[in-house]
């Protein structure tokens, strides 16, 4: 029994020698051979390489193990991805922003990122885009119905209101793209196929700036604190962009006032009970924030009547103050969260961290004396619990 095992394993031996020595010799005689049975080749076709553009339909590429090591030390890492929405025109800025969150947080946390564009993305985004980034990335085409204006829009309307807004010199006024972006980012980013398989976000655009080592893991820290939604700067939003956004959102909870919170932060939204809109957002270009909380019935139901209305067409309703509105009533005011330590620039505007030693634990380059969002959070109502949302 012995030799009669010991003769099969030395059969096994001689083909495999035979079968390695085939294989090298075609790798060198033959470039094809060579190229299709390569180790990067063969790779490609495994399921955690990075994935082409999305097209409905096709698979996506599969979630990248749910910790990562950075040194000596392993990260426990949320269900989170950070998410950028880029043209092939914006490569320049969209590198320069990857490269400052990877050399501030995410090398040290290596969350994969995701990408869409309404358009293909290029072979040089994804090359360049890629190159910057220390984990997985996926890049996805936005669905056509996702993105541009819906057929039931009266566009000689729309058309009539753009033309008075861009004469009224209203910033993004006359520009149907910019409110596409705004409807997406309103009421369909999370819906998207490739980001199915995560909760939370981290919202990132071309040509931002991250300013301070960020070395707590964010996500993390809003998942254990029972948080839905994190910015870093308020501000006021124009009213000529929205002048019956308020009405339509009173209207919906008069109509559905079980969605409403208790201890809600309404009053960091009107100053008069609710009777009318004070302008004050979250500025969205940062968000991070929990998928789920989109995804929930209150806020379906709210983007479905807000955007029945045509609002983000006859007007020029932001994703800002859409998400900012419905953060305030759907959820509690404790689950906001004012991220003081994450120092962010967003031309013209910047948020540099003034709590005590943040700066400094932070090895910060901005200036806290110009940081616009520290600026305006002492003006939260007393309601709006500094202590409970602002730590």
């Avoid at 010799?25 to 790779?43: C, P, Q, W």
């Avoid at 029972?226 to 109509?255: N, R």
């Avoid at 806020?299 to 305030?328: C, M, Q």
Wanted: hydrophobic share 35%.
């Amino acid at each position: 029994m012995l030799f009669k095992m010991n003769t099969t394993a030395r059969y096994v031996m001689i083909v495999l020698v035979v079968v390695i020595g085939l294989h090298s010799i075609l790798s060198f005689t033959h470039e094809d051979y060579g190229r299709a049975t390569s180790i990067s080749k063969l790779a490609d076709k495994m399921p955690w390489s990075s994935s082409p553009d999305y097209i409905p339909g096709d698979d996506y590429v599969g979630l990248p193990p749910p910790h990562y090591t950075a040194g000596n030390s392993t990260q426990a890492r949320a269900n989170a991805t950070i998410l950028m929405l880029a043209r092939n025109g914006d490569v320049d800025g969209a590198v320069r922003s990857v490269r400052e969150l990877e050399d501030k947080f995410n090398h040290k946390f290596g969350y994969p990122w995701v990408f869409l564009n309404e358009e293909p993305f290029s072979d040089e985004f994804k090359r360049r885009v890629s190159n910057v980034i220390s984990s997985s990335v996926q890049f996805g085409l936005v669905p056509k119905d996702h993105w541009y204006q819906p057929d039931w829009i009266d566009e000689e309307k729309a058309a009539a209101n753009r033309t008075r807004m861009e004469q009224d010199n209203i910033i993004y006024g006359g520009s149907v793209s910019y409110r596409n972006m705004c409807r997406f980012n309103s009421g369909f980013f999370y819906r998207h196929p490739l980001l199915q398989q995560y909760k939370w976000y981290w919202r990132v655009e071309p040509d931002v700036h991250f300013h301070c080592e960020v070395d707590q893991d964010p996500f993390v820290y809003m998942e254990e604190n029972d948080k839905l939604y994190g910015f870093t700067i308020t501000m006021y939003e124009y009213h000529a962009t929205i002048p019956t956004l308020w009405d339509t959102v009173k209207k919906f909870i008069a109509d559905n006032p079980q969605y409403v919170a208790k201890d809600n932060a309404m009053a960091y939204q009107s100053d008069n009970g609710g009777d009318s809109y004070n302008l004050c957002h979250f500025w969205s270009n940062f968000e991070i924030a929990s998928m789920d909380f989109w995804r929930g019935e209150a806020y379906s139901k709210y983007f479905e009547a807000l955007d029945n209305t045509g609002g983000f067409y006859y007007e020029r309703w932001g994703d800002a103050p859409v998400h900012s509105i419905a953060v305030a009533l759907f959820a509690r005011k404790d689950q906001i969260h004012f991220f003081d330590n994450i120092g962010y620039e967003h031309n013209p505007y910047t948020h540099c961290p003034k709590g005590k030693g943040l700066w400094e634990k932070g090895k910060c380059s901005c200036n806290p004396e110009r940081s616009f969002g520290a600026s305006l959070i002492p003006t939260f109502p007393h309601n709006f619990s500094s202590k409970q949302t602002l730590n």
